[in-house]
């Protein structure tokens, strides 16, 4: 078995620059995943990681359910091909195979079975007497691939290994490479940029986007149900277009204006309406996309002007005008030579191929989401869902911030991750199957809640009976709830977030409260309290971090508070942090507490860059109650 498991993965480099964010991914034995993004997205850092040449930030990494994070690259039975083929030029192919071997002590008769067996693999059998500058550039990413598949490692890492390639060459290595994952039956995980290779190679893509994971699942799936507009645009070629919109309701008929025109609407078959996530986008500004192949010209009523046209044999692409719109507006059809440059045309919308974007975040709105965001309130141990009222479980509370209680804020949950199945440490929730939208790989099964607008969705396997109109029970496992605050900020951390509590002595001197808390002294107005000890207890969002002057001047984002009493400072040892949106919750020792305090700040700061420092204490980031 060679599972591969990253919990929460940060890199974080010097000068708080975040390569890799809370990178959560379970990849399972024998599995082909590809890791595909922009340059700069992470995807190497996160490989190099799990091969142990970049050391984690925070997070933990497992390969076989072992933790890996301290265990030496050599020790991690990985291998990794790199984009540069890092042959030696003075020996042969065959002792370019066999050279890791021999540094590890393989006896010699070993050694030539294993070199002659992978070599027999990637048909190099009769190259193996010549030397590297005598191979062609396949040819030595064949050596290169060979030289790891000698090791039999329980993990294959590969780093953008076809980049050098010309591009026929890069098709046929591209099925080389696949054909020789269903021979090994091992584990892959390959980087790349370009999404021809990850769409063709893939069992599982992970898309990624600013060292975040923005969707990871099969290629149809990302294709035919992209949870954003990056992943939207990202895959397929030519890429989806976008056209600014607005919703609005023609009876009981939902309709879309395209790019501010009265003459440019568009109607959505009901199935499509009723995927909408939530109606308050009707009489709003949305972004509508659609795939170049499902626009069809000279067949409708939106009028365009073709700019230019593209006959590739079997297809033609269409780049075209629209009335407000600056971009190209692109089609493809099978070939058609009637079709001319120059020329008015009206198109057509398959809108049953239409997607919907919210214009500020970007998220799918309308099909299946990427989580299903459903309004709750969670007030003493309990989540009040529309008309369900849910015990919250004491583990899974405790991972909670202060802003997720007696506010409403919303649970989320991945349709991938509710099941119909009983699963221990889950939420059982009360829901109504209404409809279900067939897919290639799964149906989308469209549930309500009673007492919550809209509908919400969850993936069933195409072969499972749905039962329409029916209550059913569906559990949310609690690791794979997501709690978000109303403006996204989410609030829930991957550490136990402790209750900031401590003891401190209250003593009222001269018209001044003097609060003794861990070693340090706080003094305050006077506020009629008797002296003596109290709890206190500080609030996550009210301690303000104090920065050295060459961290301020290396950063115009950050800033000192102006402090009412200089002297109201803690001296805080950092632990850990979490990110969490646009925010970040740290974790620090302060002096003789028993627990770690936390505190959110933007995400802007880091305690990688200050192991020691100060927090200031105004008044209000802190209550001091009884103790009985």
Do not use: W
């Not at 042969?92 to 693999?121: S, W």
């Not at 209404?434 to 099964?445: G, H, W």
């Amino acid at each position: 078995m060679a599972d591969v498991t990253l919990r929460h993965v940060y890199k974080v480099y010097e000068g708080s620059v975040r390569a890799v964010n809370d990178f959560d991914l379970n990849i399972r034995d024998k599995e082909f995943v590809v890791f595909v993004g922009p340059s700069g997205c992470g995807k190497s850092t996160t490989l190099r990681m799990i091969a142990g040449l970049e050391d984690i930030t925070a997070g933990q990494l497992y390969i076989d359910g072992e933790l890996m994070n301290e265990v030496e690259p050599k020790n991690r039975d990985i291998a990794m091909v790199f984009q540069s083929y890092a042959l030696y030029p003075h020996m042969t192919v065959y002792e370019n195979m066999a050279f890791g071997l021999k540094l590890r002590h393989t006896p010699k008769d070993e050694i030539d079975k294993r070199v002659k067996a992978a070599a027999e693999i990637l048909e190099i059998s009769e190259l193996l007497s010549r030397k590297p500058k005598a191979l062609s550039g396949g040819q030595r990413q064949r050596v290169a691939l060979g030289r790891t598949i000698v090791r039999h490692p329980k993990v294959f890492l590969l780093d953008e290994p076809l980049s050098n390639l010309d591009a026929k060459l890069r098709v046929s290595m591209r099925s080389e490479i696949t054909k020789l994952h269903e021979k090994l039956e091992t584990t892959f995980i390959y980087v790349t940029h370009d999404q021809t290779e990850a769409m063709t190679m893939g069992n599982r893509i992970v898309v990624m986007k600013d060292g975040f994971i923005q969707q990871a699942d099969t290629p149809i799936t990302l294709f035919e149900d992209p949870c954003n507009l990056f992943v939207a645009t990202f895959l397929g070629s030519p890429q989806m277009n976008i056209v600014d919109a607005e919703l609005f309701m023609d009876g009981k008929t939902l309709k879309a204006k395209l790019n501010d025109r009265d003459d440019m609407i568009v109607s959505f078959p009901d199935i499509k309406a009723k995927q909408l996530a939530n109606k308050k986008y009707i009489g709003e500004k949305v972004l509508l996309g659609i795939r170049p192949e499902h626009v069809h010209p000279n067949a409708g009523n939106l009028k365009a002007f073709i700019d230019v046209v593209e006959h590739l044999g079997d297809e033609s692409i269409l780049y075209c005008k629209m009335e407000n719109r600056k971009e190209q507006f692109i089609i493809k059809i099978p070939f058609n030579s009637k079709i001319h440059a120059n020329e008015e045309t009206k198109l057509d919308f398959d809108m049953n191929h239409v997607y919907l974007f919210d214009a500020m975040t970007h998220k799918a709105i309308m099909g299946i989401p990427s989580e299903d965001e459903i309004p709750v309130v969670i007030k003493d141990g309990v989540i009040s869902m529309g008309q369900q009222e849910l015990s919250l479980d004491e583990e899974y509370a405790s991972h909670l911030l202060d802003a997720s209680f007696n506010n409403e804020v919303y649970l989320a949950i991945k349709p991938d991750y509710i099941s119909e199945e009983e699963t221990p440490n889950a939420l059982t929730v009360m829901a109504k199957f209404e409809f279900v939208e067939q897919k290639t790989d799964y149906q989308a099964v469209y549930f309500s809640l009673k007492g919550v607008e809209g509908y919400f969705a969850m993936k069933v396997k195409n072969d499972e009976e749905v039962k329409l109109g029916k209550e059913v029970a569906l559990y949310f496992p609690y690791q794979r709830i997501n709690i978000y605050d109303k403006d996204h900020n989410k609030t829930n951390s991957r550490e136990v977030v402790y209750p900031n509590k401590g003891i401190a002595s209250v003593n009222t001197v001269k018209g001044q409260m003097k609060v003794k808390v861990s070693g340090f002294t706080l003094t305050y107005p006077e506020e009629g309290l008797e002296n003596g000890e109290y709890e206190i207890v500080f609030k996550q969002d009210k301690l303000l971090p104090l920065f050295p002057n060459k961290m301020l001047k290396k950063n115009d984002k950050l800033e000192n508070p102006v402090m009412d009493i200089p002297s109201n400072k803690i001296k805080v040892s950092a632990y850990d942090e979490d990110v969490l949106g646009n925010k970040l919750l740290a974790y620090v020792q302060v002096g003789n507490f028993e627990k770690y305090c936390s505190f959110v700040i933007g995400n802007n700061f880091s305690v990688y860059k200050m192991p020691k420092f100060e927090l200031y204490v105004p008044r209000e980031a802190f209550e001091l109650k009884s103790i009985k």
